[in-house]
């Protein structure tokens, strides 16, 4: 028999397992010998009351043990022989699309422009230390796709419960912990992740599929209106029964590339607004209500949102912990965006927060026509870079004076290597987003006591929360309905919105992909 209870456990001993069983026992009014296994499913923290407490959902096995669930790596077979499917980008969406393949019987090609994940370091490094940014290899590109170096948050609100559970076992069994499978907000580190995403490529190549970086798709190659393959470095040419593009919320190249081809794009709702960080120290102390952080819980984290003049303002990628990187995907802009490393030790907590861009806010811009969404992020990293010195340095004002709308004379300290330069934000961002955010922050103040404060850093500017384009595809194929063979896929074709909803809607493209193939392979 097995019975489902929830237990309430003080922090120093959530990893206490004999006392989580004595509990399960004392609950259930039976003895320590009756139960064969204690399992916990579930783990989250309850900070309501006068000390924070962590909230265990457990499987109690009465009578019969845990046997585990399969292992999916095992149960794969070589590919090499098999039809061939090519897939544009290597982060979560073209890599669980790749490991998905190889369980359908598909042989994934997967081509990236940027650099394996080990190499592509010194194209950070290059970034943080000197200001050059590689528009193929950096923050956003490269080998595990923008969330290898932005935290490696798992969390995410779809209730596809089966899915889920899926892709997060194939994180395990490339090296995570298994501890992101009961997490209630479960978080890899930007530490962690490039050794587990290098264990995916060689489990890509182990049973028969191909790996290939500086690989820029330069061309599509269509046939009567079917995409069968595409041409790479303006030279070579991969050809496959299919081509799934997950290129990332940032490849603008490949949008316009697609609309030389006439292959029909819509635009879709993004948020922009800036960074805020915070003393982690601050932070623990408001979410946790002690004057110390207990060495047993994690970094505190929140998550705010108000409606202002009819529009959300809202968190985003919240860091506890964390550091606040550079994350331009080309030079003349700034783009900040934010990352922990697994033990989230650093002083500081950044989130971004970000404001809906509605039409009235895209009206200089609708000559672009459907890229008028990029066009007003892109004039946004492009304002804030030529207010600077030509560095990656990012325009910052204090929070208090952010709200007031007047430069500070000075800034407390960050965790942002480049560096921050003191900047009227009031004056570059638009006045749209401004306000509101202005507004928003207030708010944030008066439900989180203590958020508003003169040594918080607002630094500008968040721009990449999503991609501006969607490329269409239809619900029931997930193909794109003016190209055969296409199939559009993760953040950048505007169906994900981060790590664990790409790898799934990876995952889901596979599939559909495999419904197509396979009737015609033969």
């Known amino acids: 028999m097995i019975q489902e209870i929830e237990l309430k456990i003080l922090p120093a001993d959530a990893r206490n397992e004999q006392l989580i069983r004595s509990k399960a026992a004392g609950k259930l009014k039976l003895q320590d010998d009756q139960i064969q296994e204690v399992r916990i499913l579930r783990r989250s923290i309850d900070a309501r009351g006068s000390q924070p407490i962590f909230l265990l959902k457990v499987a109690v096995y009465i009578g019969e043990s845990y046997h585990g669930e399969p292992a999916i790596l095992p149960q794969l077979k070589s590919v090499a022989d098999r039809p061939a499917v090519i897939i544009v980008g290597a982060g979560p ?21 940027g650099k394996d994940v080990r190499t592509r370091r010194r194209d950070l490094r290059a970034i943080q230390q000197f200001g050059q940014v590689d528009p193929h290899s950096n923050y956003c590109f490269g080998e595990g796709g923008a969330g290898t170096y932005s935290d490696g948050k798992l969390y995410t609100r779809s209730h596809k419960r089966g899915t889920i559970d899926k892709a ?3 994180l395990v069994e490339h090296g995570a912990s298994a501890e992101i499978l009961i997490d209630a907000h479960p978080h890899i580190g930007s530490n962690k992740l490039p050794n587990l995403v290098a264990n995916i490529r060689a489990t890509i190549l182990h049973y028969g599929g191909e790996v290939h970086f500086d690989h820029y798709v330069t061309d599509f190659i269509l046939h009567h209106q079917r995409m069968i393959g595409v041409v790479v470095n303006d030279t070579l040419e991969y050809r496959g029964e299919a081509v799934v593009l997950a290129t990332g919320h940032s490849a603008r190249d490949i949008y316009y590339l697609l609309q030389r081809h006439n292959i029909t794009l819509e635009a879709k709702p993004f948020a922009l607004g800036v960074r ?34 009819g529009r959300g ?9 964390g550091l606040v990187v550079p994350a331009a995907t080309a030079p003349g802009e700034i783009v900040v965006n934010g990352m922990s490393m697994s033990r989230r030790d650093s002083p500081y907590a950044n989130s971004g927060t970000v404001v809906a861009v509605e039409l009235e806010d895209l009206a200089p811009f ?15 990293e492009q304002a804030m870079f030529n207010f600077g010195d030509g560095s990656q340095k990012a325009p910052t004002q204090r929070l208090t ?7 500070s004379s000075s800034l407390p300290g960050s965790s942002y290597i480049p560096g921050l330069i003191s900047a009227p934000l009031h004056e570059l961002l638009p006045p749209s987003i401004y306000e509101r955010l202005k507004l928003g922050v207030s708010d944030f103040g008066r439900k989180m006591k203590g958020y508003y404060t003169e040594e918080a850093n607002v630094i500008g500017t968040e721009s990449r929360t999503s991609s501006p384009i969607r490329i269409p595809r239809n619900a029931q194929t997930l193909m794109h309905e003016g190209v055969e063979g296409l199939f559009p896929s993760g953040e950048g074709a505007g169906y994900a919105g981060g790590i664990i909803s790409a790898a799934m809607d ?11 193939i396979i009737p015609h392979a033969g």
């Open 93 to 113: 969406a073209g890599y669980f699309a790749a490991l998905e393949l190889i369980e359908q019987g598909l042989k994934p090609i997967v081509l990236d422009r």
């Open 168 to 170: 997060m076992q194939l």
């Open 313 to 321: 303002v809202f968190s985003f990628c919240m860091c506890p912990g």
């Open 276 to 309: 805020i960080e915070h003393s982690q120290q601050l932070i623990d102390r408001i979410q946790y209500n002690v004057a110390a952080r207990d060495e047993h819980l994690p970094a505190a984290s929140y998550k705010l949102v108000t409606q202002v003049a």
């Open 401 to 407: 004076d952010f709200v007031k709308g007047k430069i």
């Open 506 to 516: 990876g995952q889901n493209v596979a599939k559909a992909v495999t419904a197509y």
């Open 366 to 380: 609708q000559a672009h026509g459907v890229f008028a969404g990029l066009e007003f992020q892109r004039a946004v």
